[in-house]
Structures are given as structure tokens and as C-alpha cells.
């Protein structure tokens, strides 16, 4: 079991999770262009691509949905809210589906299950997919952590988790004081302090790999995340496990599930491909 981040942040979201022959996209937030790019030097083949996950209707998420679903011929997988709010801006889809969470539903050779976040839109789901081996577990745009979301996180070997901004540079910095208050409410976007207080709860489980993903280009740094995560993971024991901050223009490297690198020093040897935009 492969993910591979093509991209993460406010300006665009997309990564592709793959096993054997079935690989499917969790947002569609870039470009057709930058997806086949970023796809192509990840050496994912488009062919095995089955279906896009879509998690909610920001156009982070959604902006490109149309013409990747379209091009890529894919299934869009939403929940019923996320389709109702995204038909008009996204035209026509090869097929939509609707999930919920809860029901756990299979694309090929993955199980994928739904589960709902707190975050200021109509139904927005992250999602949990097991090859039967592995577990890949996806929670980004959200401003609690809910029972449904944390176990989840808990049985994944690899953690992909909201790092979104730093609560003082937030608050000290230029946004608009309903913005900031949005972010840092129930239906926003988890901090790096509440984000790592989640991570000393995983200590126990099977991860083994750590994306940081949507860190602000505002209000956080992929260092500061970075730090804040190693730090709460060698305090609860768990140095071992691979710690990679996804970023805004450059998409990662695949990473192999349940894969241990031997610890975050993984990160340092083998650093993201840069985007060629
Ligand atoms: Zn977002
Ligand atoms: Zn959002």
C-alpha cells in the first residue's frame, strides 16, 4: 500500500493512496495539469486511478474535480451534502456516488470507510482505506477531533493529520478577527497543539508514518509543525515513527504503508520532489 501527497494546503488539496492494481484520489483540489504532473513524477500509472474521494466542498478540495473526474473518467465518491454543494461549480461527472459515514463501502482492492469531521460545510467525511494489510487514515479540515475520527487515526499505520497553523502566529498575525476566529473555532482547522495532544494518544497503535498535512502558508511553517510532532512523538516513545510535512507546491515522494523507515530522519534523506509549476 503506496500514498503518494500531490498536494497540501489552502491553495489545493489531492494525494493518491494505491495498492496493488487500484489507486484512488482523495480530493481533486489542483489542476488537471499539476494532477497528471505531480502523478506522473510520483510514477503513479493514471490507469489503476478508480474513483475520487471527495472529503468536502471547499474549492481547495473541489477545484478541480470537474475536469480530473472527466479526464481521468473517475467515479466521484461524496457524501450527499458534498455533491448537493459542489454539482453546479463541477459540471458534469463520469458517475457520482454517495457515501456516508459509517457505511463502509469497496473500490477494487481497497475498503474504504467514511467518517464525519466538524468543519464549517455541508458533510464533510474523512476517510479510512485498508488494503486488508495495511490502513491508511486521512483527517484534514476539522476543528474538533471526534470519537469517529480518533479511532481511526488510532488503527492506521500511516496518520495523515491537519497541522494547520500555529496558535500564536494566528492570532498575532494580519487575518481579519472573524477569520481568525472561524480557524480556531469548532468547524475550523486543527492547530499543531491540538493536532500533537491527538498523537501522544496513537503512541500505542500501529502507526508507523506521520503526514503533516494543510499547514498555512500564513500562520504555520512545515518546520514548526515538523518540530511540534517529533517533539510529542519522542516524548511518548515513539521516535521511530516516519514524520513527513506534505507542502503546498511540491508533492511527495510515495511512501510505502506500514513501511518503517527507521525514523523521522527518513524525512531528511529523502526530501519531496519539487513541483515543476
Ligand atoms: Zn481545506
Ligand atoms: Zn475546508
Redesign the pocket.
Known sequence: MRIAVLASGSSGNSLVVSSGGTSVLVDAGISYKRTAEAMEGSGIDAETLRGVLVT?E?S??VQGLGPVSRRLGLTVYASAGTHDRCAGRVGRCPERVVVEAGEEFEIGELAVFPFALS?D?AE?IGYSLSDGRHRVAIAT?LGVVGGSVRHHLAIADCVVLEFNHDERMLIDGTYPWHLKRRIMSNVGHLSNGFAARELERLADGPMSTLILAHISRENNTPDLALATARAVLEQSGRPDVNVVPALQNEWLAPLEVGWRAGGSEAYEREPGTQCTR
Open positions: 468536502h471547499h481547495d478540495h468543519h460545510c464533510p479540515d
